[in-house]
Structure formats: structure tokens, C-alpha cells
């Protein structure tokens, strides 16, 4: 059973940092191009950052870039995504996915979702 589990969500001041990560189960995360997204409340879901299964490349959405960062441990199995100098608009649910390799790193391409961390950017 292919099986997605997110964690590391939580509640931060402005500027903290937090690591998510994407622990995988049933398959080896290592082939496939694994993704970032978000939902905040009242708005759309939205790629956040995304990683290729063939070359470890990686996208981010301009929003993020600079401040996250996505990458995967092949020995854990899970991919993360380092989240430095949040910002309010940072706040919602976080969920990684399978996505379809050489997409856009949007909804769309994606497929086996997790089930979602909330992080909170709040003082």
C-alpha cells in the first residue's frame, strides 16, 4: 500500500524556521518526482517546491525561493522541505504528493497525497 505521511508542521513566530518531512511507505521514494504544496484557508491549493526523480533538480514556487529548500533522504526514505524566515502568508496545510516527472509542480501533476501538516505562522 502506497502510503504518504507528513510531519514536522507546527506553530512559529515570523522568521522562525521549521522542517517538514514526507516519510514514504510502500514504495521507494527515490524513483519518483515527489512534491510540496499548500493550502491556506479560503484559497486554492498551490505547489510549493518539487524534486525530481531523476536528477534530484528542484523548482520552487517565487514566493518561496531563497527561504525553502527541498531535498530527500534516500537511506530515510522521506523527502523535506527546510522552511527558514517564515512569513504570515506562509500559514496552511502542507502536503506532499507523487507528481508527474517534468510537470509543473501543480496540483494537477500530483497524485498519492499525504494527509497534511498544518503550520501556523503566528506571534
Known amino acids: 500500500q502506497v502510503l504518504l505521511v507528513e510531519s514536522g508542521g507546527g506553530l512559529v513566530q515570523p522568521g522562525g524556521s521549521l522542517r517538514l518531512s514526507c516519510a514514504a511507505s510502500?514504495?521507494?521514494?527515490?524513483?519518483?518526482?515527489i512534491g510540496w504544496f499548500r493550502q491556506a484557508p479560503g484559497k486554492e491549493r498551490e505547489g510549493v517546491s518539487c524534486?525530481?526523480?531523476?536528477?534530484?533538480?528542484?523548482v520552487q514556487a517565487d514566493s518561496v525561493k531563497g527561504r525553502f529548500t527541498i531535498s530527500r533522504d534516500t537511506a530515510k526514505n522521506t523527502v523535506y522541505l527546510q522552511m527558514n524566515s517564515l512569513k504570515y502568508e506562509d500559514t496552511g496545510v502542507y502536503y506532499c504528493?507523487?507528481?508527474?516527472?517534468?510537470?509543473?509542480?501543480?496540483?494537477?501533476?500530483?497524485?498519492?497525497w499525504g494527509q497534511g501538516t498544518q503550520v501556523t505562522v503566528a506571534s
Open positions: 510502500g514504495f521507494t521514494l527515490d524513483y519518483y518526482a
Open positions: 524534486i525530481s526523480g531523476s536528477d534530484d533538480s528542484t
Open positions: 504528493a507523487v507528481v508527474t516527472e517534468g510537470g509543473l509542480c501543480s496540483p494537477p501533476d500530483a497524485y498519492y
